[in-house]
């Protein structure tokens, strides 16, 4: 079977993970890896693994004739995903944004992705909203979700300086994604840091109000099992710490989220969980695109 | 009353009692005790939803009144006084702290967990642009050694915050902790110090007064205890033991006595004693505001909530993880009728 061509923008953590997991697709064949950082680490991993470590950024890649790929995964910044989403679109490139740009649509892998195949760039909105947006969508698809709110804990140690310096981001961007993409009329989110040692896996807490009178609860059970197994696919360590509790209106759901340990410790299940669904992501794009070849 | 203070009392009853009363203050209580506190000439009054700006939630409790309404009325009886609002970055965001100022708050308490105040810069730095008064405030204090304590103020310091506060959110801390935490502070930074105390071991008081001998000129209280857990040291109480011991609070004694006995007590669900889920948080190290939640999950599961509490400290679980509660009560119900 063909494969779709995929190059991973940015060397650092995600990147890095991307690149391993990556390797493991049956529909996607990894060309480059490109950073900025001659010195880099993961330049360095991915010339050992076999593929191009581009060090003159987007530009290079672009420039060099004997690198392309379909599909681009941003792992840079927000700030620096603007210029890239520009250059990309005009080259006629996908890009799969994993900053908090977005420029394109939100996208949960276990449940929009089917509307955006045919975008030029999507958004993978956060960690929080990729855990527990299939899990509000899963609800409202059963009962007419009112208000839906998320609490993410996450160890510290897997906080990046850029969740940290900008940590509104999450809060605004997943409670909007709540809404957009889990189909709650109103969403909130809070992330918890805890520094606990051995750092904590990534938890977290959906709570849903349905409309009055709209209660479901043998329905909105079978629909948390089906969607918990559509997330395992591509989050194999993803699963209910315990069983929903539903009280009146209210649904409470509880999540564990265990990371594959490809390049990121186990315990980075929030960034786990986006460069998982950056590849599930990147699989449905590629199947669209091998299908119209075949057409 | 003079305007010389030896030290800033910030009143903490509309914020922290918040929790006390399950986030059901009305603008009426809010008036009435705003205008009592700023009668009586306590500097700061802080007003938000318990866990701070935008803390109304399914995971901390619904607001019964919108909290920017309660921070309005308060700042409508306050000529003197100066409302402070609380923040938790991960809860409130900029665009709250921006209401909140335009209502007239003046003081912004950007509220961490004592080892992870860089999620704080851009909250502190937003609240000057505003004109505020700057607070970092390190809670869940006991959960790291002194020496991270000393960096993580010096990183409020260096973010622009005008008073660091040592927070004993589970009121965990023993008067010698206290001591070496507050002298540590005031050797390495050159801010105000601050301390926020819980009475859920009776130490808060002694907890307090050892604070001020070591350096800290800001202080929090509760009159009539009203703060989470066995709530906080009692604003008028200190009031009295300050003016024993010749430490100037501006603070009109007789008028907190009033406020506390007429206007605050009658509106306690319960009176702020140290029961046995107070004792608890202070004993095992959990924050105060989960001994209401964990009662109830108690009563659902038919567990002892001393045993959720204490299971709650083993795990390390820090401010704000209420979602926890309900998962270990049920856990140990699990094990209980195996």
Do not use: W
């Amino acid at each position: 079977m063909s494969k779709v061509k995929v190059a991973v923008l940015g060397s650092g953590n995600i990147g890095t993970d991307l690149m391993i997991k990556l390797g493991r697709s049956e529909l996607l064949e990894l060309t480059a890896v490109i950073g900025i950082d001659p010195q880099s680490d993961g330049l360095r991993r991915a010339r050992e693994m076999g593929y191009a470590g581009v060090d003159t950024g987007i530009d290079g890649f672009l420039a060099d004739p004997a690198l392309d790929a379909d599909i681009v995964f941003d792992a840079t910044s927000a700030k620096a995903h603007l210029y890239n989403a520009k250059v990309l679109k005009k080259a006629g490139i996908k890009v799969i944004d994993m900053t908090p740009a977005a420029v394109g649509p939100y996208v949960c892998a276990a449940v929009n992705i089917d509307e955006h195949l045919e975008k030029d760039n999507i958004n993978l909105i956060t960690c929080g909203g990729q855990a527990t947006i299939p899990m509000v969508h899963a609800v409202n698809r059963v009962s007419p979700v009112e208000y839906a709110e998320i609490v993410a804990t996450i160890s510290s140690k897997s906080a990046g300086p850029g969740t940290r310096a900008n940590i509104d981001e999450f809060t605004e961007t997943t409670s909007r994604a709540i809404e957009v993409v889990g189909g709650a009329k109103k969403g909130k989110a809070i992330m918890i840091l805890n520094p606990a040692e051995p750092p904590i896996m990534m938890r977290d807490t959906v709570y849903t109000l349905v409309e009055e009178g709209k209660m479901d609860e043998e329905g909105i059970r079978k629909s948390i099992a089906e969607m918990t197994e559509v997330v395992q696919s591509y989050v194999p360590g993803y699963q209910l710490r315990t069983e929903p509790i539903f009280e009146g209106n209210k649904v409470t759901i509880f999540i564990q989220v265990e990371g594959a340990g490809d390049y990121l410790p186990k315990y980075s299940g929030n960034l786990d969980i986006m460069t998982a669904a950056g590849v599930k992501i990147a699989e449905e794009f590629a199947k669209n695109l091998l299908k119209k070849e075949t057409v | 009353m003079t305007n010389e203070r030896d030290i800033l009392i910030t009143e903490v009853a509309l914020r922290d009692g918040s929790h006390a009363v399950s986030h059901q203050f009305t603008v009426e209580q809010v008036l009435k005790v705003a205008k009592a506190l700023n009668d009586a000439n306590v500097p700061y009054i802080e007003v938000s939803h318990g866990d701070g700006l935008a803390g109304s939630s399914l995971q901390y409790g619904l607001s019964r009144t919108n909290e920017l309404e309660l921070i309005e009325a308060a700042v409508s009886v306050a000529d003197k006084s100066k409302i402070a609002v609380l923040l938790l970055p991960g809860i409130g965001t900029l665009h709250e702290l921006k209401e909140a100022a335009n209502l007239g708050a003046k003081m912004a308490r950007i509220a961490t967990h004592v080892t992870e105040a860089d999620v704080a810069p851009q909250h502190i730095a937003y609240a000057k642009e505003l004109g505020m008064e700057t607070v970092g405030f390190l809670m869940m204090n006991h959960m790291a050694p002194v020496d991270k304590l000393v960096e993580q103020a010096k990183l409020m310091e260096s973010y622009g915050a005008d008073t660091v506060y040592v927070v004993d959110s589970a009121g965990y801390l023993l008067p010698g902790q206290v001591r070496e935490r507050i002298s540590a502070l005031k050797q390495s930074v050159g801010i105000n110090i601050g301390f926020h105390g819980h009475n859920n071991l009776s130490l808060a008081m002694a907890n307090t007064l050892v604070a001020i001998e070591e350096g800290a000129t800001r202080i929090d209280g509760s009159v009539r205890c009203l703060g989470a857990g066995a709530g906080n040291t009692q604003t008028e109480v200190l009031i009295a033991v300050c003016e024993r011991m010749g430490i100037k609070t501006g603070v009109d004694l007789y008028k907190m006595m009033d406020l506390a006995e007429d206007i605050i007590a009658p509106l306690l669900p319960v009176p702020q004693e140290i029961t046995k889920d107070s004792l608890t948080l202070g004993y095992a190290g959990v924050y105060s505001s989960f001994a209401l939640h964990s009662k109830r999950a108690a009563e659902r599961y038919g567990v002892d909530s001393r045993d959720i509490l204490i299971e709650l400290g083993k795990r390390k679980v820090v401010g704000g993880q209420e979602d926890m509660i309900v998962e270990v009560a049920a856990e140990i119900a699990k094990n209980k009728n195996r």
